[in-house]
């Protein structure tokens, strides 16, 4: 049934994202020191691996001022320029990450102290929650501010999410060509600019997993690899049930299959080449049920009409690699995921913002953003331990809504690492105690044009205690 408040229109007005300057080419010296280290017959087989088998070709690396709070502002301080809107018109800076800068503190109020010193404002009257659910949890800060807009219960024009990460693995593990960094800010409103949500028709599921997770006190996180591509794709498969059933009633298409209704398949990208096992998960379940597509399927990929392929997993495997190959999952697959993955290829992981990279990188590499105007996407959120969300979205006018901004990014101001200064902002700053007590060590590039992680607070005794504060400022260029 709706009512008043459930029919708003609400969505994402503007995204922006930011990435460290840092980078490392998995194709260069760390190919060839690596390649002996991992076991691999050869530095061309392990960059094969890494570039057309795992799909990426470099990854972001933070600074030693650098990390999950910077980053997250300087996005946020992207989005409102790009958008053109004042600050204090935002009245919730809700931050979705999975690698937060203190075990208390929300993310969200150092950002928020960094907006007010870059922009010159007092922001007191906002809410600044932080949601932690591995990569998911930027999606849940999404849902949440969105609710607020259909509720009615927003108090100023816009609500800021920003999903923020570091990703890191231990070095020499095969996670170690997964990782990255980078934020992706969103302004969500009422009538917005650039994708308006469909209301209504989200499949959310959860279920306890070990898949991956990063237990107190380890700074890396840890993966059961082949296993976590198994719960990500079973989580989504089911996710995707629950939306096709109420996407299908709320939109009154009913019977469509989920590439019938969405244009564009956009996925949480861990690394590129997920977002083909997603797909193929996904339209595999949806045209195997389409009783119009079995002669072609018959043709293309005969094991997925097989009844053994529910019960037996090498049966599943077996068909979606002969599907993969198949020129209507090809040209499906180029046209409508693809280009939401040129970003990935060369930033890598940036877990809870991956999804949103996604949606960036498919605005990025548009031909003509003015056709996407009208055209769904379907987003398909996942995080580990684990729960799915898809949901979907209409583009309103893209064109004059996403200001690009990332390739230029990547092609101009980048510097590339050797592997030593990397492994050693990897270990992060010497201390004899807690890390998240040791001062940041020193900058490979001086920071400058962006926010900097500055010291971090040693006082403790009766006058004045900010022992492991982390004090953030602007550093001009
Ligand atoms: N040329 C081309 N392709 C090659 C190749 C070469 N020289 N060598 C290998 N390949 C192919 C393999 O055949 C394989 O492809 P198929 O699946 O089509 O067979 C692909 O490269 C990967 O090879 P491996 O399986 O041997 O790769 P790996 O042992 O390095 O593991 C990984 C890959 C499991 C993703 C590992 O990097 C990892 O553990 N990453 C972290 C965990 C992760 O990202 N999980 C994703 C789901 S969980 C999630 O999404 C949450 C999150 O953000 C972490």
Redesign the pocket.
């Known amino acids: 049934m709706q009512n008043g408040s459930s029919s708003r229109t609400v969505g994402i007005d503007a995204i922006a994202v930011h990435v460290p300057r840092l980078y490392l080419d998995l194709r260069d010296e760390w190919a060839r020191v690596r390649a002996p280290e991992l076991g691999e017959a050869s530095v061309?087989?392990?960059?094969?691996?890494v570039t057309?088998?795992?799909g990426v070709t470099e990854m972001a690396v933070p600074d030693a001022h650098e990390d999950s709070a910077t980053l997250a502002a300087m996005a946020a301080v992207k989005a409102i320029t790009h958008a053109g809107i004042d600050p204090r018109d935002v009245g919730t800076i809700a931050v979705g990450t999975e690698t937060t800068v203190d075990q208390s503190k929300s993310i969200g109020a150092y950002v928020l102290g960094m907006i007010e010193e870059h922009f010159g404002v007092e922001l007191r009257r906002v809410g600044a929650p932080q949601f932690q659910f591995?990569?998911i949890g930027a999606t849940y800060a999404l849902e949440s501010a969105v609710n607020a807009f259909r509720a009615g219960e927003a108090t100023k024009p816009y609500s800021l999410v920003i999903a923020t990460d570091v990703?890191k693995?231990p070095l020499k593990?095969?996670?170690e060509?997964?990782q990255g960094a980078g934020a992706v800010a969103m302004l969500v409103s009422e009538s917005p600019r650039l994708l308006a949500l469909d209301a209504r028709v989200a499949g959310t599921i959860t279920r306890d997993e070990r898949?991956?997770f990063r237990p107190n006190g380890l700074s890396t996180?840890v993966?059961d690899?082949?296993y976590?591509?198994d719960?990500?794709l079973g989580a989504i498969a089911e996710a995707t049930e629950m939306y096709l059933e109420r996407a299908r009633a709320e939109l009154g298409r009913p019977g469509a299959r989920i590439d019938e209704l969405a244009d564009h398949l956009l996925f949480?990208v861990?690394?590129p080449?997920?977002s083909e096992?997603a797909a193929l998960r996904v339209l595999g379940e949806a045209w195997r049920a389409d009783g119009s597509l079995r002669a072609a399927l018959a043709a293309a990929a005969p094991q997925l009409l097989s009844p053994e392929l529910e019960r037996d997993p090498a049966v599943r495997k077996e068909a979606e690699?002969a599907l993969?190959k198949s020129v209507i999952f090809r040209e499906c697959y180029e046209r409508r995921i693809e280009p939401s993955l040129a970003l990935s290829r060369r930033i890598g992981?940036i877990?809870s913002g991956?999804m949103y990279l996604a949606l960036a990188s498919l605005l990025e590499t548009a031909a003509d953003r003015a056709a996407l105007a009208g055209s769904r996407a379907a987003f398909f959120s996942?995080?580990?331990g684990a729960s799915a969300r898809v949901f979907s979205g209409v583009f309103v006018d893209p064109q004059r809504a996403y200001v690009p901004h990332v390739t230029q990014a990547l092609d101009g101001a980048r510097v590339p690492l050797d592997v030593a200064t990397y492994e050693r902002l990897h270990a992060g700053p010497s201390s004899d105690g807690p890390p998240s007590l040791a001062q940041p060590g020193k900058s490979v590039l001086p920071p400058a044009g962006e926010f900097a992680l500055a010291r971090i607070g040693t006082d403790q005794g009766p006058a004045r205690t900010d022992l492991g504060y982390r004090y953030y400022e602007w550093v001009a260029s």
Do not use: W
Request: hydrophobic content about 30%; charged content about 15%.
């Open positions: 061309e087989q392990l960059v094969g691996k057309k088998g795992v591995a990569c990703s693995y593990s095969a996670g060509y997964t898949d991956f996180a993966v690899g082949k976590s591509i719960v990500y949480h861990p690394f080449r997920m096992y690699k993969a992981n877990y991956s996942y995080g580990s």
